[in-house]
């Protein structure tokens, strides 16, 4: 008969009304700023550097070594690298912009980074006043503790933790089979 | 009216009350113009402040229907942190609305596109001054006082059209079109809807109405024009061209927002959005009113021993439950398409508007009837009534049907 | 001059600008639109003396008045469905271009 | 008494003059319904207020949307709604002709000797009027009913648009 | 089924308002303001044209005429884009082609690389890739039918009662992929993270409360009647001109043309799983809306066998690689069925870590074509329900 659709719908919207008062479940919205939702652990935003001692900037893990540079899709990342004296080469970074105006936060600079240097972050509230200056990062801002890494991605942290700490090991067995002869060749890690 | 002893109480006495004192300061000749302008003053303040917490009662509304909590944040100015549940959200609109750039299309026809909210407004506020608020908060009790409030009500269509006219907007002429079309439709079943309540009661009158309407002494349910099987029906018609004539969904075409934008509103801003908006509450009061008058009993409580609550708060409650069933069905329906909104109103609404003459005049005829020869009344009434909605119903609704479907496997 | 006489030189002049304007347009609408006016100059005589009547019947003028509202208002909706269908025909709707009656 | 009448004279006259006169459709329609409110006034004035609203409600509601109905129907730009007389005689001819009749009519209402009554309104409720209407009219009632649905009827036929008729005729 | 079965062409009676409202019938449009027909541009910004596309419809009355889709306000080159990054560099793209069903584009490229690079997949990555697309396919059928009850005049009720069960399941995959929508999931060989069974535990419980979800969302307004006389019999497409037009996806299923990718080609691991595919009868929009609700609940079956299967594993061949990824030249066309339709990948490799070519075919793209053929004879009202229907995003129209 004509109206019982209607008259359904309204029963519907009647018990959602009713509901969003006590039901949790229908009532699904949480006031921002004062209340958040627990960020997940696997979230990402944008990358940021991770460091392993209390100078940010010359404990980076980061070598320079351009990979990501190359690999980020819509080319946001620039690196120019350290060098001393003479002019050669250091594996250190003494440029390392990314600008997250540009950042699409694929993670794919994280995925193909050899060394665990680049992680991504989870912080979200970075609006700021400028779209240029306000939105590129430098390495000062990029550079973060490995503490902090652990803290927002406990379980991948832990992973890589065990890893570098295994890898180290390795290195360090390595070296000393090789005894003295010759000074420890740089063995490149392996891929992740 | 047979008024019991209280029906005078000081609540219910109170309005006027105030009035005499405040003319007492005029001298003689000055009474009546300052008796005039205090209603006026009074009905601008209290529809004034009842239309902006409509608005914000309609978004809270239509925020807890669907799952979310509405407008909650807006607190005191110089007190931050403050949130009062959103009370002051309406207030914080009002400043914005007023202090928006009033933008004119530079094509436009300024002087229409000034005076269409203006008219609307002002034809809107017109429909207030025949409905019997209280005992006697009445502004203008005049004798044909329901066909005012219906030539009232007509105008403020031709200020809609002016606003779609004078925009010089495709969508606004589309919108205007629409309005002229949905006036033309749904008056003649609203008015309709009207006619058995003017027959059976005698009278234009919206005051005399309601007090045909008082209770019957030891009657247990009320003797209200809803409550009769013509009243009903009347009722229900009225309602669903009330919705259409205060362009609200599903009947929200004049400014259906999905296809024309905002319709007639389009190139209006600031200030003069604001006064289509208060234009669209104010319709929505009226027109409930109306219907809480002549068929809810208007003032009248539902039983003899629930009259010590002042009249006024009876009718607002009346009045308010319409418009927030009314917004109940925003929350819940979509939108009718200019064709089936005509075929409505003519092939559905009409027909029984006109059966339901029958029956009210069947029902007015057989007012004698008592005892067993009462069912038999019912009986009557109610298959005059269900019958032409199933038949003419099905017809509507002829060829649209849920479907089912096959599956590839 | 009595109020009377005042209110039926308002007709009066109301009737004739009607007219003058049904004479002078040539725009369909309009011509109809000064009918129309002509018609409710009438109106306001039956109300006017109705009103001033010395002798006053009870509803004459009044009831005068609806019928003739009635009638106007059947013959705006006839005559405005006229107008579109000329327009319909010879796309636009000058009078003196709605010369044949078939065709 | 008589302020109010003039008042509401000026209103209806004025109003309506503009109205003729004017060049664009749509102010000239809508003044029109200005001028319709103005004779609701009038009605109202003279207390005949169910007449009043019956004005209001028949032309300010119906006729008038019917007139812009027509009017936003029956052109095919902006530009068409700004419309001249045909011709400066055809104009000074219509106004000479409203002039004469003017004329005749007020000579006549002047020589007029016209009684009227007491200045009191005569009252009539809604109630006399549909007893009036129901009792004595009641023939009345019934032709204006029907020539109200035929006047339905042929509005429909008329206005209703006939596809095949638009093809065949297309040039 | 494989092919494509074609329901007879008499169930589909020619909507007669399109006959009368041939080409020669049509009359010329004067000018910018005419009297007779009433040329309105809906859009580029406009409520209901779904993001910045632009329809130029001719009016009669109400009724349309003549009907033009503008498109290309949001073109942002990305199959060039797509021929100058890595393949890996591509992934990312994909996700903003149609930003509502970012894992399923990813798959239908990760399909086609895996195709041009002959790469392996192991078994529980399929389970999981089955997993997301069903998912995608639940959240953008809740977006679509939310978004369509809008364009039919709701004030936003059911769009967020859709929201509200579509924003459990993009929790879902940002707790997965760490992005709500962008998901960038997919790579060549498998998936970029192994879903915990905490994770499954969580989408079993999600997917076996959807169907109560469903059931009260259709009581909301399925069997409205106003619902019924907006839609039934309104933008019909006979199943010949789906055919030759090339739509795809629950558009052509509702116009009664039985062709499902994932029953046709039995890509992934489809075969494994039993269900069903809906087949409408009218193709009006009713039947396109009604296409999506059962859609959602044979994914729900899919989804509740799928987790019932998922075997243990990696999600990643480990002989993949992520750098240096350098398919042997050949050329490779992967595509799957997709939330909208067949969202299919070309590729054309020179051997370079680039592709030669890159093309993109995008349901949403296709199905458009159409508009013209549906709107002609409705009105305005039933050009913006009836582009609803279509499902279009506007990201993946225009790339």
Redesign the interface.
């Known amino acids: 008969?004509?109206?019982?659709?209607?008259i359904?719908?309204?029963?519907?919207?009647?018990?959602?009304?009713v509901?969003?008062?006590y039901d949790p479940a229908?009532?699904?919205?949480v006031?921002y700023p004062e209340k958040q939702i627990p960020i997940?652990?696997?979230?990402?935003n944008f990358p940021f550097l991770v460091h392993e001692g209390d100078d940010p900037i010359a404990t980076l893990r980061c070598v320079a070594c351009k990979?990501c540079e190359n690999?980020?899709?819509p080319q946001c990342i620039y690196i120019v690298a350290e060098r001393d004296e003479k002019g050669k080469v250091l594996k250190k970074p003494k440029i390392f912009d990314i600008d997250i105006a540009v950042c699409?936060?694929?993670?794919?600079c994280v995925?193909?980074c050899p060394f665990d240097a680049i992680k991504?972050d989870q912080h979200f509230e970075i609006a700021a006043g400028n779209r240029f200056e306000g939105l590129l990062l430098h390495r000062e801002q990029l550079a973060k503790p490995n503490s902090y890494y652990q803290k927002i991605h406990p379980t991948e942290a832990a992973e890589v933790d065990a890893m570098l700490t295994a890898m180290k090991a390795r290195q360090a067995a390595e070296k000393s089979a090789k005894a003295k002869p010759a000074p420890a060749t740089q063995t490149p890690p392996p891929?992740a | 009216m047979n008024a019991p002893a209280n029906t005078n109480s000081l609540l219910e006495r109170a309005p006027v009350m105030i009035r005499d004192w405040i003319i007492g300061f005029f001298p003689e000749s000055l009474r009546w113009p300052v008796g005039a302008l205090l209603a006026i003053a009074a009905m601008l303040a209290v529809f004034g402040l009842v239309f902006a917490f409509l608005t914000l009662a309609e978004r809270k509304?239509l925020g807890?229907?669907?799952?979310?909590?509405g407008p909650?944040?807006s607190g005191l100015p110089f007190f931050r942190g403050t949130k009062l549940f959103g009370l002051t959200q309406p207030f914080a609109d009002a400043v914005k609305m007023l202090t928006k750039e009033d933008i004119v299309p530079r094509a436009a026809d300024h002087l229409l596109h000034f005076l269409a909210p203006v008219l609307v407004v002002a034809f809107a506020l017109m429909t207030f001054a025949v409905i019997p608020y209280g005992r006697q908060l009445v502004a203008v009790d005049i004798d044909a006082g329901v066909l005012y409030f219906f030539a009232a009500g007509a105008a403020t269509e031709l200020a809609i059209f002016m606003a779609g006219w004078a925009s010089h907007n495709k969508y606004s002429l589309i919108g205007a079109m629409r309005a002229l079309a949905q006036l033309i439709s749904y008056e003649l079943p609203l008015l309709l809807s009207v006619v058995p309540v003017v027959m059976l009661a005698g009278t234009l009158s919206p005051t005399k109405i309601v007090e045909a309407q008082a209770n019957v002494p030891g009657g247990l349910i009320p003797h209200w024009h809803v409550f009769t099987p013509w009243g009903a029906v009347g009722f229900a018609i009225f309602m669903v061209a009330a919705l259409a004539e205060a362009n609200r969904s599903p009947f929200d075409l004049p400014e259906g927002e999905s296809e024309l934008v905002a319709g007639h509103l389009t190139e209006y801003s600031g200030f003069k959005y604001a006064l289509f908006f208060m234009a669209e509450y104010f319709g929505m009061i009226g027109l409930t009113g109306m219907g809480a008058t002549l068929f809810l009993g208007g003032w009248q409580a539902p039983c003899a021993f629930l009259e010590f609550i002042p009249s006024y708060l009876w009718f607002g409650v009346k009045m308010l439950s319409l418009i927030l069933f009314m917004m109940?069905?925003r929350?819940?329906?979509l939108r009718l398409r200019i064709d089936q909104l005509t075929r409505l109103a003519w092939k559905f609404l009409v027909p029984l508007a006109l059966i339901n003459l029958g029956t009210a005049a069947f029902w007015s005829r057989t007012d004698s009837w008592s005892g067993p020869l009462q069912f038999v009344r019912w009986a009557i009434a109610l298959a005059l009534i269900v019958v032409p909605?199933?038949v003419i119903?099905?017809r509507?609704?002829a060829g649209l049907a849920p479907r089912t479907y096959r599956y590839a496997t | 001059m009595n109020t009377l006489q005042l209110c039926l030189l308002i007709s009066s002049a109301l009737f004739c600008i009607g007219l003058a304007g049904a004479l002078s347009r040539t725009n369909t609408i309009l011509v109809l639109l000064g009918i129309e006016l002509m018609l409710n100059a009438a109106n306001l005589n039956f109300i006017a003396f109705w009103r001033f009547n010395p002798a006053p019947l009870p509803a004459t003028g009044v009831i005068f008045v609806i019928f003739a509202i009635a009638v106007a208002a059947a013959e705006a909706a006839v005559g405005l469905a006229l107008v579109i269908a000329i327009y319909r025909h010879q796309q636009n709707i000058r009078l003196q271009d709605a010369t044949r009656l078939k065709g | 008494m008589t302020a109010a009448l003039i008042l509401i004279a000026l209103l209806i006259l004025g109003s309506t003059a503009v109205a003729m006169s004017l060049r664009n459709l749509i102010h000239s329609a809508l003044l029109l319904v200005l001028s319709w409110m103005g004779i609701a006034a009038f009605y109202l004035w003279a207390g005949a207020e169910f007449v009043a609203f019956a004005q209001v409600l028949v032309y300010a509601g119906a006729v008038s949307m019917i007139v812009l109905f027509a009017v936003l129907l029956t052109r095919r730009s902006r530009a068409d709604l700004s419309i001249a007389p045909a011709s400066l005689r055809r104009a000074v001819a219509g106004v000479l002709a409203g002039g004469a009749t003017a004329g005749v009519l007020t000579l006549a209402v002047l020589r007029t000797n016209l009684q009227i009554a007491p200045s009191a309104a005569p009252t009539v409720t809604v109630q006399q009027l549909g007893l009036e209407l129901i009792g004595p009219q009641v023939a009345s009632v019934l032709v204006v009913g029907v020539i109200l649905t035929v006047a339905l009827l042929g509005a429909v036929v008329l206005a209703a648009s006939d596809r095949n008729d638009g093809k065949e005729d297309a040039p | 089924m494989t092919d494509p079965e074609i329901a007879s062409p008499s169930a589909f009676p020619e909507p007669s308002v399109l006959a009368t409202h041939s080409a020669a019938t049509v009359r010329p449009v004067h000018d910018e303001f005419h009297g007779d027909l009433l040329e309105v541009s809906m859009g580029p910004q406009h409520p209901s044209t779904h993001g910045v596309f632009r329809m130029v419809v001719t009016l009669d009355g109400e009724v349309i005429v003549k009907l033009k889709p503008v498109f290309g306000y949001l073109h942002r080159n990305h199959e060039k884009l797509g021929e100058n990054?890595?393949y890996?560099?591509?992934?990312?793209?994909t996700?903003?082609l149609d930003y509502l069903c970012s894992m399923t584009n990813n798959w239908a490229y990760a399909l086609a690389v895996e195709k041009l690079a002959g790469q392996p997949v192991p078994e529980r990555a399929e389970y999981v890739r089955v997993i997301l697309a069903e998912m995608t396919r639940l959240v953008n059928h809740m977006c679509l039918v939310g978004f369509l009850f809008n364009d039919l005049g709701t004030s936003f009720?059911p769009l967020l009662?859709a929201f509200?069960e579509r924003?459990k399941f993009i929790?879902l995959f940002?707790?997965?992929?760490?992005?709500r929508m962008?998901c960038?999931f997919q790579r060549f060989g498998g998936c970029?993270?192994n879903p915990s069974p905490e994770w499954l535990g969580a989408v079993s419980k999600l997917v076996d409360g959807f169907p109560k979800f469903l059931d009260?969302y259709e009581?909301?307004?399925?069997?409205?009647?106003?619902?019924?006389a907006r839609t039934q019999g309104v933008g019909c497409l006979s199943p010949e001109l789906a055919v030759q037009a090339g739509i795809t996806g629950p558009m052509l299923r509702a116009s009664g043309v039985g062709y499902d990718i994932r029953k046709a080609d039995g890509y992934g691991i489809y075969p494994r799983f039993d269900f069903r595919v809906p087949i409408g009868a009218h193709g009006d929009t009713y039947d396109r809306y009604m296409m999506r609700i059962l859609e959602m609940r044979e994914s729900v079956k899919i989804l509740q066998q799928a987790l019932r299967d998922i075997p243990a594993g990696p999600v990643m061949d480990p002989k993949s690689r992520?750098?240096n990824f350098r398919p042997k030249p050949g050329e490779a066309y992967g595509r799957i069925e997709g939330p909208k339709g067949e969202i299919g990948f070309y590729l054309i490799s020179d051997g370079s870590p680039n592709p030669l070519r890159y093309r993109v075919r995008a349901p949403s793209f296709v199905n458009l074509t159409v508009i013209e053929d549906m709107c002609l004879g409705r009105t305005v009202a039933d050009s913006v329900v009836i582009l609803g229907s279509v499902d279009i995003v506007l990201g993946e129209v225009d790339r």
């Open positions: 008969m004509l109206g019982t659709g209607i359904k719908g309204l029963a519907v919207t009647a018990k959602n009304f509901g969003s008062f229908r009532l699904v919205t006031e997940p652990e696997n979230y990402r990979i690999e980020c899709p699409m936060s694929c993670q794919i995925e193909v991504m891929a | 509304l807890r229907a669907q799952n979310r909590p909650n944040r109940w069905i929350a819940t329906l909605f199933v119903g099905r509507l609704t | 990054t890595t890996l560099g591509s992934m990312p793209y996700d903003r009720t009662y509200r924003e929790d940002e707790s997965l992929s760490g992005s962008m960038n970029r993270a009260e009581q909301l307004l399925t069997g409205n009647e106003i619902l019924l992520l750098r």
